[in-house]
């Protein structure tokens, strides 16, 4: 009897170990389904096998939490051309969606309504069509919603007023119809809405014009009409109503007065708000008598005179549909040839958006990240950032994606344990270094992780690689960092240059490169209107970068400031192998700016030697002037003894074993411009 209770116990201790394998398997099923109804050819999605754990890091754009639950789905710019399953509501968990950028069809599900966590939904640039779900309304943690540029029809839902968190909502070219649901003007959170290029009509929602976030209401290319609320005069330019030719106004540049028939204008709905949503397939534009009883209602006229009335009253509703169909057709073919896309539809397919888009100077779609996992989160912003930094530095995810063509391999620059780097080209043309840098390798605190970005962005300096901007998005879980791309690559590929394998540096250039990174760390140091003192810590040659005048730029300056602890020992363990580590960091675990200084004498050493090994023949050789065993021999004699003699000084001065004994870069600036100028 003992013995089968043991075993009894030991069968019940193995089912409950194995709950969480019901459960991955649940989520399994769920994208496989994805997988059958989103690639029905397995053309892009063979690393979806129904054998494997989708949390193990092979299943393609998929990513999981600590508990493994899959929280984002990254498939955007994949080809994809099939449906989005009702499947998908499986997902509990996820709260990124990005499927853009694709050929997928059919209607939203409305199971897509199950998804509670999600926060960035991302369907923009496909085919699908339908209406867009009322349910979606109940997502309550949606921040970002982006289904613009596909072939939706009928009204814009007026459940969307429940997103309380929503921040963007993109509805643009699109064939949606009906009024602007004044629920709009419920969401306190959202900064940019845009419902351009579709077939709107009726006026614009006093509610919405006061929203105290709204930063962009987009209504182009709509057949609006009515009094613009005076409050959106505060927004100046993210206001844009072109092409509404029914709108009037005071305060605006191109619009008409109103006179007394915009007011009275019968034919122009009001649109509905949260509290008065029709309780059946009622359209948001239909105009309810709700003072009316049945008994009014049915009671037929008695006066024949009503007769004559209700008979110019259909002549006139006659005339007014046949102006109406008219004026709409007017409005479509003004559209189609006002507009910079030819389309048959009105839509352009995937191919069609993709190519105007490579060729377009000025963005097609305005995608933007959500708040959650955010630390530029506007909450955050405000006490933190200037405005300087919140115009010209915030980066959202589709420039990245579409600097990177979807961080395609090609663009693929270099990966570390860390991050990865590519080139990418901005809409204007200027070519970009994109470093991508998971969550899990940042700062956990935000707090901190926002402090650090202040202090890049405030880093500003000829020798210092340029930070163009950033982004971070929660659904993919990583932070990118856009600076300007440095076309000669690095320092390191300069040195053991053997047989016509590299360009040889001229001895002046290696004199200029010396000075300038000499520069670059002086301003991080605090000197000459750098305020703050700041310890670039990872110094070395592969950090140093060659522009095409052969300016050295030092790069990842104040990039410690972001990444967590541990990530940030591990880049050092590799520049200790490499020889920069200062000696006295085993013993003080602590980087000043004489391990800086350390680093940029082993520098020196590298580029006069051209070698990126340093022995201590090297430092011999220095010491006693011996310039055959710490000058380049790729050199042939061509260069300065007395430069060469100081420069070796200089090296031996940085590397001494005592901190103390090491120059601060103002002097070693002193020295350096003696023979060289240093302007």
Request: net charge neutral; with cysteine; charged share 20%.
């Amino acid at each position: 009897m003992g013995l089968s209770l043991y075993f009894f116990s030991l069968l019940f201790s193995f089912s409950l170990i194995s709950k969480p394998t019901v459960c991955e398997n649940a989520e399994l099923s769920v994208l496989m389904a994805m997988k059958a109804s989103l690639d029905p050819h397995n053309m892009f999605l063979s690393s979806w096998t129904d054998n494997t754990d989708p949390c193990g890091g092979s299943f393609e754009g998929v990513a999981c939490n600590e508990l493994g639950h899959v929280v984002n789905i990254s498939l955007q710019g994949k080809g994809l051309s099939g449906e989005i399953p009702a499947a998908v509501g499986g997902l509990k968990s996820l709260s990124g969606l990005y499927l853009h950028f694709n050929a997928l069809y059919g209607e939203i599900p409305k199971e897509i309504s199950n998804l509670t966590e999600l926060s960035d939904l991302y369907l923009n640039v496909n085919n699908l069509s339908g209406g867009i779900p009322p349910e979606i309304g109940n997502m309550s943690n949606l921040q970002v919603v982006q289904l613009c540029y596909n072939k939706l029809t009928g009204s814009i839902p007026a459940q969307l007023g429940f997103l309380k968190k929503l921040s963007v909502l993109a509805l643009q070219y699109n064939q949606l119809n009906g009024a602007i649901p004044a629920s709009l003007g419920d969401l306190g959170m959202l900064t940019r809405l845009d419902l351009s290029f579709n077939s709107l009509f009726g006026s614009i929602p006093v509610k919405l014009a006061i929203g105290p976030m709204l930063e962009v209401l987009d209504i182009q290319n709509n057949t609006l009409s009515g009094n613009v609320p005076p409050a959106l005069k505060r927004l100046n330019d993210g206001f844009r109503y072109g092409n509404n030719p029914g709108l009037c106004g005071v305060g605006f540049s191109s619009l008409r007065v109103c006179t007394a028939s915009d007011h009275l204008n019968p034919n122009r709905p009001e649109p509905f708000g949260i509290n008065d949503l029709p309780t059946k397939d009622i359209p948001e534009s239909a105009n309810l008598q709700s003072n009316c009883s049945k008994t009014h209602c049915s009671n037929p006229s008695k006066n024949p005179q009503i007769a004559v009335i209700l008979g110019a009253i259909g002549v006139i509703v006659a005339v007014t549909v046949i102006v109406l169909f008219t004026f709409s057709w007017y409005r479509r073919r003004k559209q189609k040839i006002g507009s910079a896309f030819d389309t048959s539809d009105s839509r352009l397919s995937t191919d069609q958006v993709m190519e105007n888009y490579r060729k377009s100077g000025s963005p097609l779609i305005s995608l933007e990240y959500s708040n959650g996992w955010d630390p530029l989160a506007r909450r955050q912003i405000g006490s933190g950032f200037s405005q300087e930094v919140l115009e010209n530095f915030m980066f959202n995810l589709e420039d990245v994606e579409s600097a990177t063509q979807y961080f395609s391999e090609v663009n693929l620059l270099g990966k570390s344990n860390f991050s990865a780097v590519y080139k990418g080209i901005l809409r204007n043309g200027s070519p970009v270094a994109i470093k991508c840098i998971a969550k899990t390798s940042c700062k956990s605190d935000e707090a901190e992780f926002l402090k650090g970005l202040k202090t890049l962005t405030s880093l500003k300096h000829e020798n210092l690689v340029r930070l163009r901007g950033f982004c971070c998005s929660k659904g993919r879980g990583e932070c990118f960092l856009v600076y300007d791309f440095v076309p000669n690559g690095n320092l390191l590929q300069y040195l053991d240059v053997k047989d016509g394998s590299g360009k040889v540096l001229e001895w002046s250039t290696r004199i200029s490169i010396i000075i300038g990174i000499a520069k670059g760390i002086r301003y991080l140091h605090g000197n000459k209107g750098n305020k703050h003192v700041l310890v670039h810590q990872n110094i070395s040659v592969e950090k140093v970068l060659i522009d095409r005048r052969y300016n050295p730029l030092l790069s990842d300056s104040g990039l410690h400031k972001l990444l967590a602890d541990d990530i940030v020992f591990s880049m050092l363990k590799a520049s200790a192998a490499m020889g920069y580590l200062a000696p006295e960091y085993t013993t003080t675990g602590r980087f000043t700016e004489k391990s800086d200084m350390y680093a940029f004498g082993m520098i020196v050493f590298q580029i006069l030697a051209g070698k990126r090994k340093i022995t201590q023949l090297t430092r011999h050789g220095a010491e006693s002037c011996r310039f055959e065993d710490f000058i380049d021999t790729n050199l042939e004699g061509k260069f300065s003894e007395s430069e060469a003699t100081k420069l070796g000084r200089i090296a031996l001065l940085c590397t001494n074993e005592s901190p103390n004994h090491r120059p601060a870069m103002e002097t070693v600036l002193q020295e350096l411009s003696e023979f060289v100028s240093s302007s």
